[in-house]
């Protein structure tokens, strides 16, 4: 399970400056736990496709983490891994996936991983490179943008079925092409395991709101047209919770953004 912060901005800016010195300073506390590698992606300008730069270093010791934070951007994500138990910590299982133009992290765990593998067709087993759940989430997102899917209903339409298939595992996750920057909020029966919460315990000087709702994600928007998507624990003012169970694109060149609720995909047409 992971830590998620993006931002979608008017003008080039830095996940450094939106975040603050109070806002990295809880990154890095969150480090601590979420330990297990850590990423970032972003779009220069709209149109450009997503650079991305991942680690299995820990962002609280990797000096490259602060320089990533302050790579200006239009849009960006930042991923903090807390690697689900017997799955390696690898340059290869580091978040954000990066395939197609399209960025992907996740913050959740879908078991058991055999049963999520076999949804696969042996063709996206096969552009595997990792051992993770999460980039066998991505995988069938890309199945169905084969289709022609747009990238928001093709995440909306994924995060459905794995839903059904697994009712309590926690789907958040963001995505990022040169157009937009899609979140998938979509944990409303997640609960952390006793094992995590232990876990959790070992690390006393994680943020308070961290552990409350562990797997909410909130927005905020500034005055000046900027938008902040953030896990618990990751500092901000103005945070809003996402809707639940849905799927919001924000665009990268105006902000505006568009929802999807997980109950209204059966009316999206296969194409």
Known sequence: ???LFAFVSPASATAA?????RGIDSLLALARLHGDGWGWAGVDSPGDAPRVHRSPASAASDPDFAQMLATPARAAMVHLRWATPGIPIA????HPFHVGGVAFEHNGSLKPIDELRA???DELRAELHGDTDSEMYFAL???QLRTGLPLVEAAAVVARRLRDAFPAASLNAVLLDAEQLVVVHASARSILTDRDRNEMAQHPHLPGEHNEDYFALRSARTADGMVLI????????????????SVTAFRVDDGTATTIAL?????????
């Not at 953030?230 to 169970?245: D, F, I, K």
């Not at 109950?263 to 194409?271: D, G, K, L, Q, T």
Request: with cysteine; net charge negative.
């Open 141 to 143: 997102i890309r199945e």
């Open 91 to 94: 340059a290869s299982n580091a």
């Open 263 to 271: 109950s209204e995909v059966a009316a999206i047409a296969p194409r």
């Open 17 to 21: 400056d939106q975040l603050g010195p």
């Open 1 to 3: 399970m992971c830590r």
């Open 119 to 121: 949804m696969l067709p």
């Open 230 to 245: 953030g896990s618990t624990g990751v500092e901000g003012s103005g945070w809003r919770p996402l809707p639940a169970e």
